[in-house]
């Protein structure tokens, strides 16, 4: 069982920065997938962004390239999310999740593929 719990959300005005941490539970987190999304009221949870175990591997969504930047602290087993120059658009609940096997598959930035999930935190930026 791993357990996921974010930190970091608030309320921030457009053009301005939060940092998002996730902290893991489970021996082996330096093995596991790690990934943010976000998810807005009546909508589908959308990928934000993925981080390999040792950080070889990152992908980020076209709506956040350039702006967002994810990355982990394996010895505190702890995955980040810096996110700058925010817009509204960028208002939502944000979720990190763990997909604890690493499949790496083609359905990566897909929800379906993470096993564990964290509770949320929220982030609204204001115009």
């Known amino acids: 069982q791993v357990q996921l719990v974010e930190s970091g959300g608030g309320l921030v005005q457009a053009g301005g920065s939060l940092r998002l941490s996730c902290a893991a539970s489970g021996r082996a987190f330096s093995s596991y997938l790690m990934a943010w999304f976000r998810q807005i009221p009546g909508r589908e949870r959308e990928f934000i962004a993925y981080?390999?175990?040792?950080?070889?591997?990152?992908r980020y969504a076209d709506s956040v390239k350039g702006r967002f930047t994810i990355s982990r602290d394996n010895a505190k087993n702890t995955v980040f999310l810096q996110m700058n120059s925010l817009v509204p658009d960028d208002t939502a609940v944000y979720y990190c999740?763990?997909?604890?096997?690493?499949?790496?598959?083609?359905?990566?930035?897909?929800?379906?593929?993470?096993?564990?999930w964290g509770q949320g935190t929220q982030v609204t930026v204001s115009s």
């Open positions: 981080i390999s175990g040792g950080s070889i591997n990152i």
């Open positions: 999740a763990a997909d604890i096997h690493a499949t790496m598959s083609p359905l990566v930035t897909s929800p379906t593929v993470y096993e564990y």
